[in-house]
């Protein structure tokens, strides 16, 4: 079976980044289990696996623009302590933003750094601005249940 739309795919990934000076960045591993067709990973990588079957290994590189977009300065900015949450903050940590997109998600932000009454915060996504290195190794692939696709999203993945 090869990997189309309404397919569940699972799949063990190796993620390696270059900054927008071109230096090597870090690498993530993982697994990865999704439905194909609905937009839950990026364009590209949905394209490089259209077709793919278990035991297939697909590379793609995906530029800034089609991954996480550039970083925006706009979005690194100084908030107050009192629109933080209480208790103790470190360098690196996640928040939300109490406001939702469209789509009802919170905007995620990331302690940048800690000041004398407050944080720099920085609400780009952690590989905006970098191009991204993919390697994909497809293990498994299944049709979807109707429940799956009826909800766009993964029931059960065992």
Do not use: W
Request: aromatic share 4%; glycine share 10%; with cysteine.
């Amino acid at each position: 079976m090869k990997i189309q739309k309404d397919i569940v795919v699972h799949a063990r990934y190796r993620l390696t980044t270059e900054d927008e000076a071109g230096s090597p960045g870090d690498e993530q591993h993982g697994p990865m289990v999704y439905l194909h067709g609905y937009g839950h990973i990026l364009d590209a990588l949905e394209r490089t696996l259209e077709g793919a079957r278990p035991g297939d290994i697909r590379c793609v590189t995906v530029p800034p623009e089609a991954g996480y977009g550039e970083r925006n300065p706009r979005l690194v900015f100084k908030a107050p302590r009192s629109n933080l949450p209480e208790g103790a903050l470190e360098e690196g940590m996640m928040l939300s933003t109490s406001e939702r997109d469209g789509d009802g998600r919170r905007f995620p932000l990331r302690i940048v750094e800690l000041t004398g009454d407050g944080a720099i915060v920085d609400g780009n996504h952690p590989l905006a601005g970098m191009t991204l290195h993919f390697e994909i190794t497809v293990l498994e692939v299944r049709p979807a249940t109707t429940e799956e696709i009826r909800r766009r999203r993964l029931i059960d993945v065992t």
